[in-house]
């Protein structure tokens, strides 16, 4: 069982890591047709990018020194760094004043600086999904190298970059990089209002695609150059907080859970629980499907994603931290699908 | 000691044996943290889940259409294949 450590140092200098359609690594090879799957390896991590070429991937020895070396070495100096990339909102035909949410719940508005939300059930269906912010949330649908199917959800934060868990876009035990991905800005059953795009250019980093590390369970899809749904949706900001905001903020989450269909976007909000260098932790209601679900803190009319939703488990859903390696990362990627 | 794995399994009518197609598979719970992705069955019923901690003990709900289907499962071989009947 992994172990979860809310104190304690992360150092890890991260770069990126690439893929897209084919772009296998080494640690990955072609599973028997009785799809029958051996153990992962584990591997140490690196900083620098990986080139996307089919079938090949590489450790360089002493990266992990240089990780040490390079990044804060306390979480301390994570909390004095206050890092922001603002979203933009005012694209689109269906520029509501409020959230979908409190349209359906105004007493509400009034409460919080964030969305807040109701009693113990936590989610809330948003319909319609055309209003900001809920147009730029994607349903995914991952066809992966050994062609097994998968659901998931991603947010853009430029008109061609879908950021997601890196388990949506490197897929362990099932070829690695995707075959394709399928993006489906504000789905709502049937109803696909900008469209549906597919992506076969991915990103992670080294620390999910060699060393699977939760920690580093973040990636992006990058839009060929001719499919630019950020143009009509609008796009999230991103920032990094400290623990003592994460944790006395209402951390919003908004996806499209597999119980419903994988096909209905359903939003949830509670404050954080707690954090470690790498991973926030909460009490949101999440279901399968929701991987890759932007996990965002709302002021007014300014909304800055803080992580991305990944894993579930009894003791607390969590997600992705935005720490300042992850945002610069994100930040690097929004500036390929510009 | 525990180790990590990606189990395969396939949805079948029970009255019929036919495959069923486009179910979704989700992990609910269980002693270890998961991937919060859902895997959705193909034209021949086949699914896999996600890479997970084993040996473990996992609650998966398949969703298909309007039938719902909640099992507990052990998994503690990664030779393990589930065949779920709808």
Not at chain 1, 66 to 71: M, Q, R, S
Not at chain 1, 283 to 300: A, E, F, N
Not at chain 2, 19 to 42: K, R
Request: contains cysteine.
């Amino acid at each position: 069982m992994k172990s979860k450590t809310f104190s304690g140092v992360s150092s890890h200098k991260e770069s990126l890591g690439n893929g897209n359609n084919g772009g296998d690594t080494i640690s990955e090879l072609p599973k028997p047709v009785t799809r029958v799957f051996s153990t992962e390896s584990t591997v140490s991590l690196t900083e620098t990018e990986i080139e996307d070429v089919e079938g090949y991937s590489i450790t360089r020895p002493g990266d992990e020194d240089k990780e040490a070396a390079n990044a804060p070495s306390t979480e301390t100096e994570y909390e004095e760094m206050y890092l922001e990339e603002s979203g933009t909102e005012e694209f689109g035909e269906d520029n509501f004043a409020m959230d979908a949410f409190f349209a359906s719940y105004p007493e509400l508005q009034s409460k919080s600086i964030a969305e807040v939300i109701i009693g113990t059930d936590n989610r809330v269906r948003i319909s319609p999904t055309t209003s900001y912010p809920w147009r730029a949330i994607c349903a995914l649908r991952m066809t992966a190298k050994d062609n097994t199917k998968w659901i998931g959800t991603g947010w853009l934060v430029s008109p061609r970059t879908v950021i997601t868990a890196g388990h949506c876009v490197y897929l362990h035990g099932h070829g690695g990089w995707p075959k394709k991905i399928e993006v489906i800005p504000a789905m709502n059953d049937a109803s696909r209002p900008y469209g549906s795009f597919v992506g076969t250019t991915f990103r992670s980093v080294n620390g999910w695609v060699n060393s699977k590390n939760r920690d580093y369970d973040y990636g992006a899809i990058i839009l060929p150059s001719s499919s630019r749904p950020g143009d009509r949706t609008g796009t999230f900001g991103f920032a990094v907080k400290d623990n003592n905001y994460l944790k006395n903020s209402y951390l919003n989450l908004s996806g499209y859970p597999g119980d419903k269909g994988g096909a209905q976007q359903w939003f949830m909000a509670q404050k954080g629980k707690a954090t470690s260098s790498r991973v926030i932790y909460y009490d949101t209601d999440t279901m399968g499907g929701q991987s890759g679900s932007p996990v965002w803190i709302k002021v007014g009319n300014t909304r800055h994603a803080v992580g991305i939703h990944t894993n579930g488990h009894i003791t607390g859903n969590s997600a992705t931290r935005i720490v300042t390696p992850v945002f610069n990362n994100i930040q690097a990627w929004k500036a390929l699908g510009m | 000691m525990s180790t990590n794995a990606s189990i395969n399994g396939m949805v079948f009518e029970a009255a019929s044996g036919k495959p069923v197609p486009n179910a979704i598979i989700m992990i609910t719970g269980g002693t270890h943290e998961h991937p919060d992705i859902a895997s959705q069955s193909d034209d021949d019923g086949q699914f896999a889940l996600p890479s997970l901690e084993i040996p473990g003990t996992y609650n998966l709900l398949i969703q298909n259409n309007d039938v719902r289907k909640e099992l507990t499962i052990n998994i503690d071989s990664k030779d393990t294949v589930l065949k779920i009947p709808l």
